[in-house]
C-alpha cells in the first residue's frame, strides 16, 4: 500500500485533545494504517503578515506516518472530514487553527491540483514540519528536489541565511524581496541574489538555504533538482501574494 506523510497542527482550543482525537480518527479508518506518530513540538505561529505571527498562539505540531488504500485525492477527503468533525472554520489562509491536517507526501507522487498539491507547496522550508517528519521518515526523498527530507532539514538548519531566486523579472523579484523582509525579526541577517538561470551561481548546494521560483531561464523542474533544497514556486502567485510568500517562509525558517 502507499505511504503517505500528514502534518498536523492546532493552536486553538485545547489542542494536545485535537491531537489525540485526529490520531484516533485516523486510526479508526478502515483503509488507514498509522504506522508512526512524530514527538510534538511547539512552535511560534507563521502568519507570512508584518509582525502578525508575534499576536498568534504558539501551535502544536506533528506527523503521522500512515500507510492507506485510498488514493490522495480520497485520503484528502478524509482529513478534511476529520478537520471539520475537530470544528476547524477556514476564515482565512494562514489564520488560527483549531486543527490542521496536510498530506505532505504521498509516495512519490507529484500532484498540482487547485485544491491538491502534493508534495505540499510549502512543507520543504517549514522546519515545524520537516523536523518531526525526519523523525519517522528521515530517508523519504521528496519527489520536487530529489533529496531525502533528512537533507532539507540539514540545509535549514546549517546553511547560510540567503536566498536565491530565479525569475524572467529581476526587478520585480528585487521589489519583491525587499518588502517581504520588511518588519521580520532579524531581517538583517537574511540576503538573497536574483538570477535569471544557474550559469551565475557559483554553489547552490552550500550557499543558500531556500530556492524562491517564478520563472526564469530553467523550469521549476530543473531549477529544483539543480539546488537540491528547500523550494518555494511562485508561478501562480501575485507581487502581494509573492511577498506573503516569502516572508511566510523566511518566518517558517527561523
Avoid at 494504517?33 to 509582525?51: F, W, Y
Avoid at 504521498?106 to 520537516?130: E, N
Avoid at 540539514?154 to 523582509?181: P, Y
Avoid at 538583517?188 to 530556492?211: H, K
Amino acid at each position: 500500500m502507499p505511504k503517505a506523510l500528514i502534518a498536523f497542527g492546532a493552536n486553538v482550543g485545547d489542542v494536545w485533545q485535537s491531537l489525540r482525537r485526529a490520531k484516533e480518527l485516523i486510526a479508526a479508518d478502515g483503509q488507514i494504517e498509522l504506522i508512526a506518530v512524530a514527538e510534538p513540538l511547539v512552535t511560534a505561529a507563521v502568519s507570512g503578515e508584518v509582525d502578525q505571527a508575534n499576536a498568534l498562539a504558539n501551535y502544536v505540531n506533528t506527523v503521522f506516518l500512515i500507510e492507506t488504500q485510498l488514493s490522495a485525492a480520497a485520503l484528502f477527503q478524509v482529513t478534511g472530514g476529520i478537520e471539520n468533525k475537530l470544528g476547524r472554520q477556514r476564515l482565512r489562509r494562514w489564520g488560527p487553527r483549531t486543527v490542521d491536517l496536510d498530506i505532505i507526501l504521498y509516495g512519490d507522487m507529484v500532484i498540482d491540483r487547485s485544491d491538491l498539491q502534493v508534495p505540499h507547496r510549502r512543507m520543504s522550508f517549514r522546519k515545524f514540519v520537516i523536523d518531526p517528519a525526519i523523525e519517522i521518515a528521515a530517508d523519504w526523498i521528496d519527489p520536487i528536489s530529489g533529496v531525502a527530507l533528512k537533507h532539507l532539514s540539514h540545509r535549514l538548519q546549517r546553511s547560510e541565511r540567503r536566498i536565491l531566486w530565479v525569475t524572467g523579472d529581476i526587478a520585480s523579484a528585487q521589489n519583491v524581496f525587499e518588502a517581504s523582509l520588511a518588519g521580520i525579526a532579524g531581517e538583517n541577517q537574511w540576503s538573497g541574489e536574483i538570477v535569471a538561470g544557474f550559469d551565475e551561481v557559483e554553489d547552490p548546494l552550500d550557499d543558500y538555504r531556500l530556492l524562491v521560483y517564478s520563472g526564469g531561464a530553467v523550469s521549476f523542474a530543473q531549477a529544483a533538482r539543480i539546488f537540491g533544497g528547500p523550494w518555494l514556486s511562485l508561478e501562480r502567485a501575485t507581487p502581494g501574494e509573492s511577498e506573503t510568500e516569502v516572508r511566510g517562509a523566511i518566518q517558517a525558517m527561523q
